[in-house]
């Protein structure tokens, strides 16, 4: 049986700490998973910070505002190309 690959994908804008609890709180569940960070062109910076603090975080850093949507249509299309069985939003 394949083993199964999760992607949760998280979206930033400028909420750098809430973002943190974000991950803080997915890394507590018992099931491993890879974190696809949507940085949605923040001005806040210091999202760089959060990426080296958790290995399973994926940054992307986006040069514009895409929304919601845009954003997780992003790692949406991340989870296709990296053949993830399913992805959490």
């Given at each position: 049986?394949?083993?199964?690959?999760?992607?949760?994908?998280?979206?930033?804008?400028?909420?750098?700490?809430?973002?943190?609890?974000?991950?803080?709180?997915?890394?507590?569940?018992?099931?491993?998973?890879?974190?696809?960070?949507?940085?949605?062109?923040?001005?806040?910076?210091?999202?760089?910070?959060?990426?080296?603090?958790?290995d399973n975080v994926i940054l992307h850093k986006?040069?514009?505002?895409?929304?919601?949507?845009?954003?997780?249509?992003?790692?949406?299309?991340?989870?296709?190309?990296?053949?993830?069985?399913?992805?959490?939003?």
């Amino acid at each position: 049986m394949k083993k199964l690959k999760i992607l949760v994908v998280v979206v930033n804008y400028n909420q750098k700490r809430l973002t943190e609890r974000c991950i803080e709180s997915i890394n507590r569940s018992s099931v491993g998973v890879d974190i696809f960070l949507v940085d949605n062109a923040s001005m806040e910076g210091g999202i760089e910070e959060v990426k080296k603090m958790y290995d399973n975080v994926i940054l992307h850093k986006s040069t514009m505002n895409l929304g919601f949507s845009g954003a997780n249509n992003i790692g949406i299309q991340y989870a296709i190309e990296h053949e993830y069985t399913y992805v959490m939003l």
